[in-house]
């Protein structure tokens, strides 16, 4: 018997995503969007992905990966279980969930660029029909979801809560993290309205291990940032630490190493040379945007900011001395830069301030080069120019730079062969635990 008190559109939604029969529809087939795809084909929905690079969707179809940590058999596997990607928006209306995961980055001027999430809602409201849920995955300032989405949604006359069904629930994607899967971590999710909680709830158990209720969207939006910047402000502590250990010539690492045998009240955060990826370095600034709309000034998060900011002209002034040290100059010196993914072991190339690096040292008249197993060929990116492939680490070829500078310490690495023919190191993740005479922490 129906439940007279539910709307039937959400009686119906909830029916056919506790059955299996719903289409899932993922708006973005990336870092974020890709790995939901897999799970909710593993879970046995069919699943319908869109996004505008046609390259990506030919290979997702062929049964291709282009994402390292993202294994090609687990693509065929969804594909053998109804999965189809497609760049036709026009689609928008057969799935009966719509997950949009695509970027929010910062604007030249260090503000939220929401481009990416209004442009794709814009692109799918005229072929959406009632009875869908739609989901915000991109991480975003509070009020993002009821400021922007819902009156795009009112627009075209639906009753949110009634014909349509709207919620925020932020990613949490850790990218190649063998700990966690996109099943294993809980989902925070918030709705527009009680009923719409109820379709996210729905949407996400289907799929996901733990769905963690919050009373509103805004909530969920927080949720995301505080996450993030929680590790960006404890990051910037531990980079000032860096800077005071080094002055009193105290490693760092051997410091947190030895903090984090306490049991209780301490979590170990590292330092680096700067902060990369596509949340921690980017999030801080939608939330202290957002303040100024209520008249706060977030000073402790943006101080935090101004120190991981710095961090790469750090590092490059620690390079610089070294150098100096050994009687030569940036201008005119071979600099190797170890890894230039964002993260250990990972292609992702977000935010890199290995780039950053590279950038300041090129502008210094440094002859760059880079060695990364994960990154072959330079990516093309938005902001970012350079012409290069990654070198092979043999001895003659590292023993012909002046100096290699450990920007990302990837597992594929041979730290020992690098110590031995290297001149000069400038270790920037703690990978040298020993004082060696060729080795300069930063």
Known sequence: MR?????????????RLSERTALIGIIGLGYVGLPLTLRYAEAGFRVLGIDIDGSKVERLNRGESYINHVPAADIARARSQGFEATTDFTRAGEPDALIICVPTPLNPYREPDLSFVLETTEALLPFMRPGQVLSLESTTYPGTTEEELKPRLESRSFVIGRDIFLVF???REDPGNPDFHTRTIPKVCGGVTPACLEAGVALYSAAIDR???????????????????????NIGLVNEMKIIADRMKIDIHEVIRAAATKPFGFTPYYPGPGLGGHCIPIDPFYLTWKAREYGLHTRFIELAGEINSDMPHWVVSKLTDALNQRGKAVMGSRVLVLGIAYKKDVEDMRESPSVELMEILRDKG????????????????????????????????????DV????????AFDYDLVRQYASLIVDTRGVYLAALPNVVKA
């Open 3 to 15: 439940d007279e008190s539910k709307p039937a559109y959400l009686e119906q939604l909830t029916a």
């Open 169 to 171: 629930s932020p990613e």
């Open 211 to 233: 769905v963690v209720p919050v009373s509103s969207t805004r909530a969920a939006e927080l949720t995301k940032l505080l996450e993030n910047i929680h590790r960006a402000v």
């Open 366 to 401: 440094a002859v760059v080069d880079y060695a990364d197993p994960h990154v072959p060929v330079f990516p093309r990116m938005r902001e970012h120019h350079f012409d290069l492939k990654s070198v092979e680490l043999t001895p003659q070829r590292i023993a012909s730079y």
């Open 404 to 411: 290699v500078l450990l920007a990302t310490a990837h597992s």
